[in-house]
């Protein structure tokens, strides 16, 4: 495809290590495959914290990518970071109006570094650069590159759900948030739920006018919104699965299992991926089928994140809870039902891993897509599947119709459905991954990179944004 530049900001940069290896993370693990087929910069936070801001980013070159990255001041990363971004904006959108912590110096903050990036990254734009910004931290960007005066198409994509209009509205700020993503020329979201959503939003709550396409326009503004299914590199992940012999963590996982079936789960340690809930599920699938102890292994992989915020710390003792509680009851000399770790792997040993277990059981509470459901079907052995376990309230139930799909809210049904797994014939299994791995070959990561910038580089930059947006820190 023919692209200029691609000038990418996304709140973390992930710099692939020697073996080219990235941090755990779907977003920086699909932005590391999109710049595999792309030329340009990746702009973001560098992860450190400064005593003073930057007013210019750190330019590091590594291959056809120049990253270029910010650091923040501790009441940066404490408002923006931790605050707004993780404590209001993340619960309210997974639905969480509960965990929502709202406070206006939190939301300053967030506006004042969305202000700061725009005032680094506008000099290291070229004037046909298609930009392209990621993710919830960074909604106010456009606002602030078009008060610079850039007029380059700019698109946004967000990667976690988009609520109801009645939910989004329960967070203070979320008015100025819809006005600022009216000023970017496309929206892309990962479910068409999430896309009516948030069409549904801007037109309750700043009467935007549809044009009968997928463009609404609000005070002058016109902005599209669409939905593009995320997807992986599933090539990648057959390719490492079907070698991952040669990796030690995996052969020892192999030996231990013995003839013992695997369940496995794969999520950053957060509220919305469900992990106490589904053991849970786990506790009462041991107890409704006792044959079935001491012959299977739950194994939950479990990275923490986000430590800082209270509510994160609250998860981890939940987990450690459960976890206690279930492998004290249920356990016997010889046989621990769930193995819980905290590390990091390689994508090669988690291709492996996922492919040992007869069982994915990816049951968030509520998630944008979730690339550990797609990559567990990618490390299938095509001859002798596993069976995916997955939530209606995960954006990838919408393309995986041929999972297992279960409410995480309901033990019996997911405690049901891992026996219905673990009993299920080849032929059925065979059936279903075939048919779920069609879809992801079709809409993989190079799919979705490829149909965002095609519709965004359609949409001509209108020269109409550059003028009269004043962004809302520079407003008294
Ligand atoms: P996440 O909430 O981070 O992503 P997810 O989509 O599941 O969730 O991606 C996690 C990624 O991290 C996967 O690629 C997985 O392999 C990797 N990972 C997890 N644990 C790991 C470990 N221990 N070691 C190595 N790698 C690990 C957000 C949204 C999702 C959305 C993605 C992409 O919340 O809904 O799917 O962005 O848009």
Same mark, same amino acid.
Request: some cysteine; proline content about 5%; hydrophobic content about 40%.
């Given at each position: 495809?023919?692209?200029?530049?691609?000038?990418?900001?996304?709140?973390?940069?992930?710099?692939?290590?020697?073996?080219?290896?990235?941090?755990?993370?779907?977003?920086? /693990?699909?932005?590391?495959?999109?710049?595999?087929?792309?030329?340009?910069?990746?702009?973001?936070?560098?992860?450190?914290?400064?005593?003073?801001?930057?007013?210019?980013?750190?330019?590091?070159?590594?291959?056809?990518?120049?990253?270029?990255?910010?650091?923040?001041?501790?009441?940066?990363?404490?408002?923006?970071?931790?605050?707004?971004?993780?404590?209001?904006?993340?619960?309210?959108?997974?639905?969480?109006?509960?965990?929502?912590?709202?406070?206006?110096?939190?939301?300053?903050?967030?506006?004042?570094?969305?202000?700061?990036?725009?005032?680094?990254?506008?000099?290291?734009?070229?004037?046909?650069?298609?930009?392209?910004?990621?993710?919830?931290?960074?909604?106010?960007?456009?606002?602030?590159?078009?008060?610079?005066?850039?007029?380059?198409?700019?698109?946004?994509?967000?990667?976690?759900?988009?609520?109801?209009?009645?939910?989004?509205?329960?967070?203070?700020?979320?008015?100025?948030?819809?006005?600022?993503?009216?000023?970017?020329?496309?929206?892309?979201?990962?479910?068409?739920?999430?896309?009516?959503?948030?069409?549904?939003?801007?037109?309750?709550?700043?009467?935007?006018?549809?044009?009968?396409?997928?463009?609404?326009?609000?005070?002058?503004?016109?902005?599209?919104?669409?939905?593009?299914?995320?997807?992986?590199?599933?090539?990648?992940?057959?390719?490492?699965?079907?070698?991952?012999?040669?990796?030690? /963590?995996?052969?020892?996982?192999?030996?231990?299992?013995?003839?013992?079936?695997?369940?496995?789960?794969?999520?950053?340690?957060?509220?919305?991926?469900?992990?106490?809930?589904?053991?849970?599920?786990?506790?009462?699938?041991?107890?409704?089928?006792?044959?079935?102890?001491?012959?299977?292994?739950?194994?939950?992989?479990?990275?923490?994140?986000?430590?800082?915020?209270?509510?994160?710390?609250?998860?981890?003792?939940?987990?450690?809870?459960?976890?206690?509680?279930?492998?004290?009851?249920?356990?016997?000399?010889?046989?621990?039902?769930?193995?819980?770790?905290?590390?990091?792997?390689?994508?090669?040993?988690?291709?492996?891993?996922?492919?040992?277990?007869?069982?994915?059981?990816?049951?968030?509470?509520?998630?944008?897509?979730?690339? /550990?459901?797609?990559?567990?079907?990618?490390?299938?052995?095509?001859?002798?599947?596993?069976?995916?376990?997955?939530?209606?309230?995960?954006?990838?139930?919408?393309?995986?119709?041929?999972?297992?799909?279960?409410?995480?809210?309901?033990?019996?049904?997911?405690?049901?459905?891992?026996?219905?797994?673990?009993?299920?014939?080849?032929?059925?299994?065979?059936?279903?991954?075939?048919?779920?791995?069609?879809?992801?070959?079709?809409?993989?990561?190079?799919?979705?990179?490829?149909?965002?910038?095609?519709?965004?580089?359609?949409?001509?930059?209108?020269?109409?944004?550059?003028?009269?947006?004043?962004?809302?820190?520079?407003?008294?």
């Amino acid at each position: 495809m023919d692209v200029s530049r691609l000038l990418i900001v996304s709140n973390r940069v992930a710099i692939p290590d020697r073996t080219g290896a990235v941090a755990a993370g779907g977003l920086a /693990v699909a932005l590391g495959e999109a710049f595999r087929m792309y030329e340009g910069v990746w702009f973001g936070w560098s992860g450190k914290v400064a005593a003073e801001p930057a007013s210019r980013p750190q330019v590091i070159n590594k291959g056809q990518v120049q990253y270029a990255l910010m650091d923040l001041t501790t009441s940066d990363r404490r408002e923006y970071y931790n605050g707004f971004a993780n404590r209001a904006l993340w619960p309210t959108m997974h639905y969480r109006v509960g965990l929502s912590d709202f406070s206006r110096t939190d939301y300053d903050g967030y506006r004042r570094v969305n202000h700061n990036f725009a005032t680094a990254l506008a000099p290291l734009s070229r004037p046909d650069d298609l930009v392209w910004v990621h993710d919830y931290h960074l909604i106010p960007l456009a606002e602030e590159l078009r008060a610079l005066g850039l007029v380059n198409a700019i698109g946004y994509f967000h990667h976690i759900p988009w609520p109801a209009p009645e939910v989004l509205a329960t967070l203070p700020g979320t008015t100025e948030l819809l006005r600022s993503i009216a000023c970017y020329d496309l929206v892309g979201l990962q479910t068409q739920r999430d896309a009516e959503n948030l069409r549904r939003c801007l037109i309750t709550e700043l009467g935007a006018v549809s044009d009968g396409s997928d463009a609404l326009e609000v005070a002058g503004l016109k902005t599209r919104i669409h939905c593009f299914p995320i997807g992986i590199n599933s090539n990648q992940i057959e390719q490492l699965a079907a070698r991952a012999n040669s990796s030690r /963590v995996v052969r020892q996982m192999s030996a231990d299992l013995n003839s013992r079936r695997l369940i496995i789960g794969v999520d950053r340690l957060d509220y919305s991926k469900g992990i106490p809930e589904r053991m849970g599920a786990y506790e009462r699938f041991l107890q409704d089928n006792p044959d079935q102890r001491g012959r299977v292994t739950y194994l939950q992989i479990a990275p923490t994140s986000r430590s800082e915020v209270p509510e994160y710390a609250a998860v981890s003792r939940a987990v450690n809870e459960a976890l206690g509680r279930i492998n004290g009851s249920l356990g016997e000399p010889g046989w621990v039902p769930i193995h819980y770790v905290t590390s990091t792997y390689p994508r090669s040993v988690l291709a492996g891993l996922y492919r040992l277990a007869s069982v994915g059981l990816v049951t968030p509470m509520r998630d944008g897509m979730n690339l /550990v459901a797609k990559e567990y079907v990618a490390a299938q052995d095509p001859a002798n599947p596993g069976v995916l376990i997955l939530s209606k309230f995960a954006g990838a139930a919408q393309q995986l119709r041929a999972a297992l799909i279960v409410n995480p809210n309901d033990k019996v049904e997911v405690a049901e459905a891992i026996r219905n797994a673990l009993h299920m014939t080849q032929k059925e299994r065979v059936c279903r991954w075939s048919d779920m791995m069609q879809s992801l070959r079709e809409h993989d990561v190079s799919w979705w990179a490829g149909a965002f910038l095609k519709a965004l580089k359609r949409g001509s930059p209108s020269a109409l944004k550059s003028a009269h947006v004043v962004p809302v820190s520079a407003r008294s």
